[in-house]
């Protein structure tokens, strides 16, 4: 992917008028001009705050995965709800646990105090999913910058359009077509959870009440669940504990995360459900027979792509100055 970024658009005729999209104008470089440091005031930050703190890097490739999955990648997943606004993304299930957002913050107030008015929120999101994954040993990829910022938010697109951990390989490939993804995205996207940690809501029915009459999800390793059971989500009920998505190496970057769905031991239904199609197992048997590097670069292709979607550029959206509220 170059320099211009120079990408086919369709342009759509609807009822609505003339809709194009903006993806060419997204480029590597994008604030040279404008302000020059952006990028290295990210990375600078990152690379601090992250070593000390790498359990946030999980938290901030979600809060991309979230944000550009509602609306495209335009920081919509910032925005605070206030009296004039409907309920924004953050108040969606799956945003109750999303962390980050005043990492996010800190990194804006850097970049107006540098810049005012110039790098978006979105930019930042893009930007400092990719360094954080960088600064815990995890894979580089490109990322264009010259999104916009968006100025809607609504609690129940976020609901609509983020892939649940309950999802089965159907509901899966379905919701990332709808954002132009494939099932090999698919596939190698999923491998970001070799990092962070799950709460016990998101798999306690696998464990206690798969079928609404009590009962374990047979698709998962019963030894597995058993010690789950024991060590962590003891009760149906609980609501607290949290659990690694990898066990072993939820803080590095590997494939940890395909060995375990090839043993049934993927943590979501979502993560099994990727073994039950032919098509996605056989690449998660292609990446475990390839070495890290090659898994590196894929999940680096993906991110990208994953980063181009519905992005708001040139004179859509806004550059807002604090990425929690629209500018007035």
């Known amino acids: 992917m170059g320099r211009m970024g120079s990408y086919a658009c369709l342009v759509v005729f609807s009822a609505f008028g003339l809709f194009g999209c903006a993806l060419a104008q997204l480029k ?5 001009q404008t302000c020059p440091k952006a990028e290295q005031i990210v990375q600078d930050y990152v690379k601090k705050h992250i070593a000390n703190a790498p359990s946030l890097a999980a938290p901030l490739l979600r809060m991309h995965f979230h944000d550009c999955f509602v609306r495209g990648c335009d920081a919509s997943v910032l925005l605070n709800t206030t009296a004039s606004t409907n309920q924004t993304e953050k108040l969606a299930i799956p945003n109750l ?19 005012p008015g110039v790098v978006s929120c979105a930019d930042i999101i893009a930007l400092v999913a ?41 509901a899966l490939r379905t919701s990332f077509a709808n954002q132009g993804l494939n099932v090999k995205d698919l596939v190698v996207l999923s491998g970001s959870h070799t990092i962070g940690i799950a709460h016990c809501p998101s798999l306690i029915n696998r464990l206690y009440n798969f079928t609404g ?29 949290i659990l690694e998505m990898d066990p072993g190496s939820f803080r590095t970057f590997d494939l940890g995360y395909y060995n375990n769905l090839v043993k049934r031991r993927g943590l979501f239904v979502s993560d099994a459900a990727l073994i039950t199609d032919s098509t996605s197992r056989s690449l998660v048997n292609q990446i475990l027979q390839g070495i890290l590097p090659n898994f590196f670069a ?31």
């Open 298 to 328: 894929e999940f680096g292709k993906a991110m990208e792509k994953m980063g181009r979607i519905g992005v708001k550029t040139g004179s859509r959206g806004e550059i807002r100055k604090q990425c929690a509220f629209v500018n007035s």
């Open 213 to 241: 009459v009590g009962d374990q999800d047979p698709s998962l390793d019963s030894e597995y669940a058993a010690n789950l059971k024991a060590t962590k989500c003891r009760t149906p009920t609980d609501n607290t504990t």
């Open 28 to 32: 590597l470089g994008f604030y040279d």
């Open 97 to 115: 646990t999303l962390r980050g957002f005043d990492f996010v913050d800190r990194v804006k107030n850097l970049l107006e105090a540098a810049c």
């Open 130 to 170: 990719r360094d954080s994954v960088v600064t815990i040993g995890g894979p580089f990829w490109n990322v264009p910058t010259g999104r916009r910022d968006g100025t809607i938010s609504k609690q129940s697109e976020a609901q609509a359009n983020i892939p649940a951990p309950t999802f089965n390989f159907s």
